[in-house]
């Protein structure tokens, strides 16, 4: 039985800081974004057999959000404040990301589990259909659950997923395809030697687009990713997602936000630019300025504006 828990402040702060994470200090709740208020207690969900740490805000239809790589419920923390006055804000961390417990060695970690857990998550908010936000990694993952199980979904937006099957027989797309797979290697060989810093490092520069941009970004956003550090491996290593082709994307039937930085890089913006051409007429998009593939981050008050603009015209 699915069943949400609330969990008390003392028992988050010892999951956070129990957590065992080679390479990385015991993990620590991270403060909220200056524009957001502290953050609700954490909860949990059993979803699968695990728990899943949530928050939720609000009242309302669900909007639930999904974040990406080397992230968790705080990634998009900055939609709190303004989602929860209207609807219920609800922000979970995927399997394995913290502080969620390792129930073995991650090498289940794929899309089609993920998909699965948010699959199960909604369920058990026992809401009826809920509205999806994702980023990246939970960009594609929202996708999936979009195609898969639309009878739970209100609508979904979906911010840059690196859906690379989408732009793989493009002309011009493979260099850019065969550029992402050489550094997902060069991660997993990092990761595999010990070094999941230097696997971060690596990844987070090539989506940002710039050498060096790990160390360019935030204390804070930093601290997080290293939190998170111990999920770069498995994710690295994953199977390929299930299908995600131009039909399958085409026969979804939901309302759709296409989210896109307007300085991201040229692989994200190939995709982006393919998942709306094969998504049905009508589909919604933004681009939201000054910011690149971490939008929600470089200009949060225009993400949250797209998003809030979205969700408003889709009671």
């Not at 390479?23 to 200056?34: G, L, R, T, Y």
């Not at 990761?191 to 940002?208: L, N, P, T």
């Not at 390929?240 to 085409?250: A, K, S």
Request: net charge positive; aromatic share 6%.
């Amino acid at each position: 039985m699915i069943r949400p828990t609330v969990l008390a402040v003392a028992l988050s702060a010892l999951l956070f800081a129990c957590r065992s994470a080679p390479q990385a200090n015991p993990a620590s709740p991270v403060a909220a974004a200056p524009s957001a208020p502290a953050a609700p207690a954490l909860k949990q969900m059993k979803v699968n057999g695990v728990g899943l740490a949530y928050v939720e805000q609000g009242a309302g239809t669900p909007v639930v959000l999904v974040h990406g790589t080397l992230g968790d419920w705080r990634t998009l923390d900055a939609l709190r404040p303004a989602v929860a006055k209207r609807w219920r804000y609800v922000a979970y961390s995927r399997r394995y990301h913290q502080p969620n417990p390792w129930p073995g060695d991650a090498s289940d970690y794929s899309y089609q589990l993920h998909e699965a857990d948010l699959v199960a998550f909604i369920q058990g908010l026992g809401a009826g259909p809920v509205h999806l936000v994702g980023h990246s990694y939970g960009a594609v993952v929202v996708l999936l659950v979009a195609m898969d199980h639309p009878e739970l979904l209100k609508t979904a937006v979906i911010a840059e997923p690196p859906a690379g099957e989408l732009i793989a027989d493009r002309p011009g797309a493979g260099p850019l395809v065969a550029e992402r797979s050489r550094v997902q290697a060069e991660a997993l060989a990092a990761a595999r030697s010990g070094d999941d810093r230097r696997a971060a490092e690596v990844f987070i520069d090539w989506v940002a687009g710039t050498p060096g941009a790990f160390w360019k970004l935030t204390e804070d956003r930093r601290r997080r990713f290293l939190e998170n550090v111990r999920t770069i491996g498995p994710q690295m290593a994953q199977p390929p997602p299930p299908p995600i082709t131009c039909p399958l994307v085409g026969a979804v039937r939901i309302p759709v936000l296409v989210i896109r930085g307007e300085r991201t890089t040229r692989y994200y913006n190939a995709v982006t630019d393919a998942l709306l051409s094969c998504l049905p007429s009508g589909t919604e998009r933004s681009v939201i300025p000054a910011a690149g593939h971490a939008s929600y981050a470089a200009n949060p008050a225009a993400f949250t504006e797209s998003v809030l603009g979205f969700l408003a015209g889709h009671p």
